[in-house]
């Protein structure tokens, strides 16, 4: 890095100076101070280093981590086994070294990171945990909480408990939390989790714990990045990540000795968006609104377009492209 937007790539591909002159503008108009020390605590968590190539990533799962979790095993080296391992040993905060190291590394190397539609991010960290297929560490850690969560807060989570106390309340009320008891104990392997209690279930940890509390698979992209108070050189529109992935590995790879062949694959982005759109098409507007307060940052920082009364588009792509 350079002095701010003066890297090489925002002069040789100019919607890169674009968004982060967008973001830095917009930065100063949100409200709310930054807190430095919690993005000190917080970021360097999901910050990702290479010392060969010079270069920081800013890992948001559900915009193509994986892939650049995989450049940055390459970048390692082929020859060492357990690369994808060490991957997630280099972010800034396993390292015990002394701040100026961790702040010579922030000021002097590329930092970058890919930022996606929020309702994008929702439909796909539900369908990888909850439905493609299931993956048995989120349905083991989050289905009962979540089926409590939207249905039992309020109510014992045995059958027994309940139709002790709960007597008064009408035959339908009833068979309706004994339903949801009863998928407290086979949800794992009969039930699963539907979009619509994902999402409610989103909702209820950020007005109940806040949203550093949400799962890093669906956590704002603003809450992991903090575009407004770490300056990144780079930031990726995950529409177009396989071009401009590959603008920033050809930058990284020019004048380096290094036999790591980059490239990305060609990413669809129609297929994408008709997805979640399809998912949201079913999804009330009061869940809508709350959804798009708790992602409003991202929505704002990255410029998506959004009409909440929209009955057929809800992940429309950003204009500021």
Request: charge should be neutral; charged fraction near 25%.
């Amino acid at each position: 890095m350079t002095e701010k937007g003066t890297h090489p790539l925002t002069q040789a591909y100019p919607k890169f100076l674009e968004r982060l002159e967008f973001v830095n503008k917009t930065c100063q108009e949100l409200p709310g101070k930054i807190d430095y020390k919690l993005v000190l605590d917080s970021s360097l968590y999901f910050i990702h280093f290479n010392d060969d190539f010079e270069v920081i990533n800013c890992l948001v799962p559900k915009a193509s981590s994986d892939t650049w979790t995989q450049q940055f095993a390459k970048m390692i080296g082929p020859n060492v086994p357990t690369s994808m391992d060490l991957v997630y040993n280099i972010s800034l905060t396993n390292h015990f070294e002394p701040l100026r190291e961790i702040a010579h590394r922030i000021q002097t190397y590329t930092k970058f990171f890919v930022h996606r539609h929020p309702f994008e991010r929702l439909v796909s960290g539900y369908c990888n945990k909850f439905v493609d297929p299931p993956r048995y560490e989120y349905m083991n850690r989050y289905a009962k909480v979540i089926i409590i969560s939207n249905y039992l807060k309020k109510y014992p989570h045995d059958r027994r408990s309940f139709e002790r106390q709960y007597t008064h309340l009408s035959d339908s009320k009833k068979q309706d939390i004994l339903k949801q008891i009863d998928r407290l104990g086979s949800v794992q392997e009969k039930f699963g989790i539907t979009f619509i209690e994902f999402l409610n279930y989103v909702i209820n940890t950020v007005d109940e714990s806040g949203i550093d509390k949400l799962d890093i698979h669906w956590m704002p992209v603003s809450s992991i990045c903090n575009p407004c108070a770490v300056h990144y050189d780079i930031m990726i529109e995950h529409d177009y990540v396989s071009e401009e992935s590959q603008l920033l590995v050809d930058y990284l790879q020019k004048n380096k000795a290094t036999n790591a062949h980059l490239y990305f694959n060609k990413f669809e982005k129609k297929a994408t968006r008709d997805k979640c759109n399809q998912y949201f098409s079913d999804i009330p507007l009061n869940v809508r609104r709350r959804l798009y307060e708790i992602f409003r940052n991202d929505f704002i920082l990255f410029d998506y377009k959004y009409d909440l009364e929209s009955k057929d588009y809800f992940c429309e792509e950003n204009t500021n492209n």
